[in-house]
Antibody
């Protein structure tokens, strides 16, 4: 059975940092696409970042230079380091991945950026 | 590449047919997926490569189209199908704005 379990969300002050983690079971992170998708309260889905099996990495323009995606193959996990957080980063962050791209999804972790 | 979904809201009754549209601002070939999101739940992949149904997804979900125009058809709506549906393309990973299918 495939499972993606996110953690690391919470409350941050503007300008602060958070590190999201996603532990995957049921498929191998290093052999698949892995990414992060967020959803602001009451809004639609927004792709944030993706890492290919070959290591290519891409970000949505609004997080470039602030967010960093990475993976740890030994832990079959993916991470999202979020720095210089802004109010507009407030959202549920979903970890997603698979052979197509976002075949499987976690339940999400809430990130709130507020003073 | 921008994806535009229409209509924003579709009001139908159980048993009726739903037709959802997703239009790309330029060709994406067949590199398009459809997701369903029920209230309070994570999205789930229904269709990939425009028309391939994920294992376990009921046959009433039908994806079609290529290039710039895509359609998700739900042949006969079941109560659990009332949800928000998003299209997404692989060229730049962006999602459409969603279509809410409501009773």
């Amino acid at each position: 059975e495939v499972q993606l379990v996110e953690s690391g969300g919470g409350l941050s002050l503007p300008g602060g940092s958070l590190r999201l983690s996603c532990v995957v079971s049921g498929f191998t992170v290093s052999r698949n696409y892995m990414g992060w998708v967020r959803q602001a309260p009451g809004k639609g889905l927004e792709w944030v970042s993706i890492i290919y099996s070959g290591g290519n990495i891409f970000y949505v323009e609004s997080v470039k230079g602030r967010f960093t995606i990475s993976r740890d193959n030994s832990k079959n996990s993916v991470f999202l380091q979020m720095n210089s957080l802004r109010a507009e980063d407030t959202a549920i962050y979903y970890c997603a991945g698979g052979p197509w791209e976002f075949d499987y999804w976690g339940q999400g972790t809430l990130v709130t950026v507020s003073s | 590449i921008v994806l535009t979904q229409s209509p924003a809201t579709l009001s139908l009754s159980p048993g009726e047919r739903a037709t959802l549209s997703c239009r790309a601002s330029q060709s994406v070939g067949n590199q398009l997926a459809w997701y369903q999101q029920r209230p309070g739940q994570a999205p789930r992949l229904l269709i990939y490569d425009a028309s391939k149904r994920v294992t376990g997804i009921p046959a009433r979900f039908i994806g079609s189209g290529s290039g710039t125009d895509f359609t998700l058809t739900i042949s006969r709506l079941e109560p659990e199908d009332f949800a928000i549906y998003y299209c997404q393309q692989r060229t730049n990973w962006l999602f459409g704005g969603g279509t809410k299918v409501e009773i």
